[in-house]
């Protein structure tokens, strides 16, 4: 199932594909194509604003290279605090997942609470 | 590249109309390279350009949203640099009229130079001064990291109208008394700006070493 990535999880994504080692803006993209399977859909417009946002906090920093093959690319790498930051904001990310993967759970427990006591009931009407 | 994609980075630049034209370039150069390698990589797949070209626009999102949130995200960057100017001239300003209070006493005892002799007390006052507003300097760029120089520059220029105002005040004493005490203000009053600019320099410095980024901001 192939999902739009949500746009303010798209910093997070960004800093933790960037922890990995310095990347330009494609090779993020493709780079979170991969690790989901294809299954996380981004507007790779977007990125760009979004690497844009993290510069100006100075979390990462973007320099313009020469490539083997090709135009020159901003490379952008993880500065110092956004190391720091890279390690808060997936930690914030994989809480939530947890937190909702939780919370879905109970209720899924309680839909089917719910249907055991109408199966329940239907039995005793039955038997009744 | 793709007629296509030409037209979509045109109609790009078209809403990019806000930003600086040095900005508005890197921007839709580094979009471009974007681009290429996804166009790139689609024909490499065996699929034909026309088939690349509307997948890769499709993948990239409409240009009326790419454009808009470009140039939201730079004034985004102008709100921060105006905050920075403004709040690295305030922090000077204030420190440069407040530290020197401190320095008030020692100007009594420039009356007394005959005990230290007046080259020994002018070097120290100098540096008092200096030590004065390089801390101004350092403290206006930890904090405002943006737009420090121009900041401090329009602290200084401020602070320097002030101190020839109070001179031009005690013009009774004299033009020749005035001029002699401008000349002297002046020369101090650089001396102190190098000062000022010598903390911006040490903290930029250090903030490299650190995040091994300079971020001094631009003048």
Not at chain 2, 57 to 64: C, N, V
Request: hydrophobic share 45%.
């Amino acid at each position: 199932m192939r999902r739009e990535l949500a746009k303010g999880d798209l910093p997070a994504l960004v800093l933790a594909v960037l922890g990995e080692g310095p990347r330009h803006g494609y090779a993020i993209a493709r780079e979170v194509e991969r690790l989901s399977e294809g299954a996380l859909h981004l507007r790779e417009g977007t990125l760009y604003p979004a690497l844009r946002v993290l510069e100006q906090d100075g979390l990462i920093a973007g320099t313009w290279e020469a490539q083997a093959k090709g135009a020159d690319r901003k490379v952008y790498a993880l500065t110092e605090p956004g190391h720091r930051e890279m390690g808060h904001r997936t930690q914030a990310l994989r809480d939530y997942a947890t937190l909702l993967h939780t919370v879905l759970g109970k209720i899924g427990q309680g839909a089917a609470e719910q249907g055991k006591i109408g199966q329940g009931e239907t039995g005793h009407a039955q038997s009744a | 590249m793709h007629s296509l994609l030409e037209d979509y980075l045109a109609e790009v630049a078209a809403r990019l109309g806000p930003l600086p034209a040095k900005r508005r370039a890197e921007e839709l150069r580094e979009m471009r390279a974007h681009l290429e390698a996804a166009y790139a990589a689609g024909l490499a797949q065996g699929q034909s350009d026309d088939e690349t070209a509307r997948d890769v626009l499709a993948q990239f999102g409409a240009p009326e949203a790419v454009g808009a949130e470009t140039v939201a995200v730079w004034r985004r960057g102008v709100r921060l640099d105006r905050r920075d100017f403004w709040g690295a001239a305030a922090c000077a300003l204030v420190l440069m009229f407040l530290l020197p209070r401190l320095m008030e006493p020692l100007q009594t005892a420039y009356f007394h130079r005959y005990v230290v002799g007046p080259l020994l007390f002018t070097a120290f006052f100098v540096f008092f001064g200096g030590v004065i507003y390089l801390l101004a300097g350092a403290a206006a760029s930890l904090l405002f990291p943006r737009r420090t120089v121009a900041g401090i520059g329009l602290a200084w220029s401020i602070h320097l109208f002030w101190i020839f105002h109070v001179g031009f005040r005690a013009r009774h004493a004299g033009y020749g008394v005035i001029l002699t005490q401008y000349l002297y203000f002046l020369v101090y009053a650089l001396i102190y700006g190098l000062f000022c600019l010598l903390g911006v320099w040490l903290v930029s410095r250090w903030r490299t070493a650190r995040t091994g980024r300079a971020r001094v901001a631009r003048g």
